[in-house]
């Protein structure tokens, strides 16, 4: 699998210098990327872009991250949608309350660019792999039909 086989990422962070460095490296990897200030313009672009990853901060104003997850995964439409939780808060009460609301992955900031992008290729990995899955067993259960 080449990174363009899916490769949509959106990135949610209210700090405009991480959204440009992350920016810059995963575009580096070839993916495309989509931004985000807050947790409403995340969900906005959620729901027409469609990501096949969404990095997310914890802490921003408005809705933080936590419960920009929950919304995102409460929503049939993007329930399926890997997010990987970004930030300061290295508590393990933070780190497993993220695991419970959905979040495949939790990186504590600051980052490192190389953690982010072996992070990324994995869940974007697992995330095409269960996808396609997912469509054998509806081929399958429709032969059986």
Known sequence: MTNNDIGKILLVDDQPANLKVLSESLRHEDWITLVAPDGESALAQIDYAKPDLVLLDVLMPGIDGFETCKRL????????????FMTALSDIFDKVKGFEIGAVDYITKPFQQEEVIARVKLHLRLHHL????????????????
């Not at 995964?73 to 990987?84: F, G, L």
């Not at 269960?130 to 039909?145: D, F």
Request: charged share 30%; hydrophobic share 30%.
């Open 130 to 145: 269960s996808q396609k899955l997912s469509h054998k067993v509806e081929e399958q259960a429709e032969t059986e039909a």
């Open 73 to 84: 995964k409460s929503n049939p439409e993007t329930a399926a949608i890997p997010v990987i």
